[in-house]
């Protein structure tokens, strides 16, 4: 997240520019928006185009791609390294209306001030659409998944979604574009895909039975799910392959029992599973789907890993406590390393030279060199080492044992038999790897643009933020009554795809008249963009059919379970905005997000504001709950309207967190 200080001390440098205006409607490869603005020798280049070919001007309800080309205008050579920050701000009515002309002027004080609110980080001054953002995702202990928006330096957060599953997930993958999130629903033996733009579950893809692990192959093709059915006649265990295009079933390997875990080569040729129930490793053929090769590789393979280095696949074996090489072009194991039984997870570093395993049973994480390949190290560690994960220069380890979370600088490893350098920092009250729900998902993540990670906490129902060179973590959000098992992270800022092309992907949200304010620091560069996002025709005529707007007047904050809150919502005409009052059948529908309840409450208009209704809801116990408005008269059921998001807490957090100034801001 770009520091609002720079942002701020480069606005008073703002240069004057010629703006060259060229839009197309999305025919032809022309992208649906597009604008170049010519600057002091910079050329930049704004262009916003749907993910599905449409051919039609940008609509509410797209997903675009947004690109920003920066580049010399005197050499054509492209801007590389460049942080660039935008907003998608909705234009007034009365500024829509008089044409958007103070928008035309682009780079003039008004558009300076816009940025530098946005900037600012008001929370009454927000734009619409925020490109410089990233969301925090907590696969929980029950059947959700939170998608939490860090705010400020991680001084506080809002609960932005939370995607209701069918049943609690077992593991998790991302595509590249970060556009889909596919969970394993081992209950229910299939994978629910989940859209992120929406936050919404779109469908389902069945598996095998208990399927657990899920990876995506590099090259993004195909989806690999293990499963093992357990015992039987005859056992079924193996790998669902799911295409991600067709989002259906491409093949269903038999490999052995299970547990399974997987892995592939970089190039995505083949692909790696453990049979744990085998005491084997089956070597896929990616484009055949057949396996090719079955190797003995100790009683009990745990896990599984490439190096890039090393172009093999690495097998730690939990029984025999060691580490299996197996060589890609071979399809043979090449050579066998010995540890110490207990063996688990291998993860290999940035660059694939350094592979570290924990010994969850004892305090030992052993360091192989993929170069050898060879064991050089074993550092002395807390006890019940359970996760490494990494950043460009340390590897973080937590454990079952110790709320201390180890890293090891990567530039000190590889000295044989040296005593491994060690750092810590506490990584939460609890032990971060004692985790009641285990699952095979990273619970440290590294956070977007910066030397810093995530760390979830289960019993602390916390994800901490620790940002490298600190003595503690910067900070902490709480994960709104749930346990979180896994973390992830869904980055929507600007990023460089390509030298000087910087791009993310969002949702068009409204209808309406919008500026595209752009911040560059070095050059600097301060412009808006005009542009218009077109009704769709459809969405349109639901919102006349529901003939109501519901919108919460004010979002409580987290409030003591067991007392009455009272939550007031102005009630709208679509088309003009003026309040619908008189109406006789207007309540909430209130869900819990942890536990299948609900309750229906009646709402009272208000005597003194037309319109104004409000509805009084007791949660029964602490955690998060959904609140819809229903009109059944004007055929408004629950699930159309945006749901407020209410947190109940414990009466003592209720009056810490009105005390720290936390929000627990939903989406009315």
């Not at 044409?99 to 530098?116: I, L, M, P």
């Not at 229906?600 to 959904?626: H, I, K, M, N, Q």
Request: proline fraction near 9%; glycine fraction near 10%; charged fraction near 20%.
């Amino acid at each position: 997240m770009t520091e609002a200080p720079a942002l701020r001390a480069g606005l008073a440098l703002l240069l004057a520019a010629a703006v060259v205006p060229a839009a197309a409607a999305g025919a032809g490869g022309e992208p649906a928006f597009r604008q170049l603005l010519d600057r002091e020798g910079i050329e930049v280049e704004v262009t916003l185009d749907p993910l599905a070919a449409t051919g039609r001007a940008l609509t509410e309800g797209d997903s675009v791609r947004v690109r920003v080309r920066v580049t010399d205008s005197h050499t054509g050579e492209p801007l590389s390294s460049l942080y660039p920050a935008a907003w998608l701000d909705r234009l007034p009515a009365a500024t829509a209306a008089a044409g958007g002309e103070a928008a035309a002027e682009g780079a003039d004080d008004s558009c300076r001030t816009r940025v530098a609110t946005f900037v600012g980080g008001s929370l009454m001054s927000r734009a619409e659409l925020d490109l410089n953002v990233y969301y925090v995702l907590a696969l929980n202990d029950g059947p959700t998944i939170s998608v939490v928006d860090p705010l400020f330096g991680f001084g506080g957060s809002k609960l932005l979604a939370m995607v209701r599953l069918t049943s609690p997930g077992g593991d998790w993958a991302l595509t590249a574009d970060e556009q889909r999130l596919f969970v394993t629903l081992p209950a229910e033996d299939r994978v629910a895909v989940v859209e992120t733009p929406s936050w919404q579950v779109v469908t389902h893809a069945p598996t095998g039975p208990r399927p657990e692990r899920i990876v995506l192959q590099p090259d993004g093709a195909y989806l690999w799910v293990g499963f093992d059915g357990g015992p039987g006649e005859p056992r079924r265990s193996g790998v669902t392959v799911i295409s991600t295009i067709a989002l259906k079933e491409a093949a269903e390997i038999a490999t052995g029992p299970g547990p399974h875990d997987i892995a592939f080569s970089d190039d995505s040729r083949l692909a790696f599973v453990t049979n744990r129930g085998a005491g084997t490793v089956s070597v896929v053929d990616v484009a055949a789907l057949e396996v090719v090769a079955t190797l003995p590789t100790g009683p009990a393979p745990a896990s599984v890993a490439w190096s890039a280095l090393g172009r093999a696949a690495y097998v730690t074996d939990e029984r025999a406590g060691t580490v299996t090489v197996i060589d890609a072009a071979g399809r043979a194991v090449a050579a066998r390393l010995e540890a110490e039984p207990g063996l688990g997870r291998i993860r290999f570093a940035p660059g694939g030279r350094w592979g570290f395993v924990p010994v969850p049973s004892g305090n030992s994480v052993y360091v192989i060199d993929a170069a050898g390949p060879r064991v050089v190290q074993n550092a002395q560690v807390e006890p019940g080492p359970v996760e490494i994960a990494f950043s460009d220069e340390l590897a973080y380890v937590s454990h079952r044992g110790s709320d201390t979370v180890l890293m090891i600088p990567l530039a000190t490893v590889g000295g044989e038999g040296e005593p491994v350098h060690v750092v810590d920092f506490p990584g939460g009250t609890h032990a971060p790897g004692d985790n009641p729900a285990p699952t095979p998902a990273a619970a440290i993540v590294p956070a977007p643009g910066m030397p810093a990670v995530l760390v979830a906490n289960p019993r602390d129902r916390a994800i901490y933020f620790y940002k490298e060179g600190m003595a503690a973590p910067m900070g902490q959000f709480q994960n709104y009554g749930q346990m979180p098992r896994a973390v992830l992270v869904v980055d929507r800022s600007l990023r460089e795809a390509e030298p000087g092309v910087y791009q993310t992907t969002v949702r068009l949200r409204r209808p309406g008249a919008y500026e595209l304010a752009l911040f560059l620091d070095s050059p600097r560069v301060v412009h808006c963009f005009p542009l218009v996002i077109a009704a769709d025709p459809d969405l349109a005529a639901q919102r006349t059919e529901r003939g109501v707007v519901a919108r919460a007047l004010a979002q409580p904050g987290p409030v003591p379970a067991g007392e009455e809150v009272t939550i007031a919502y102005r009630l709208t005409d679509p088309a003009g905005g003026a309040p619908r009052g008189g109406l006789t059948d207007v309540r909430a529908l209130a869900l819990s997000a942890a536990a299948n309840w609900h309750r229906r409450l009646p709402a009272e208009e208000s005597a003194s504001e037309p319109g104004v209704y409000r509805v009084r809801f007791t949660p029964a116990r602490p955690g998060v709950y959904y609140v819809f408005i229903e009109v059944p008269s004007l055929g408004v059921e629950g699930h159309d309207n945006r749901h407020l998001i209410v947190q109940a807490v414990d009466a003592a957090e209720a009056v810490a967190a009105s005390g720290a100034g936390e929000t627990g801001e939903g989406s009315p």
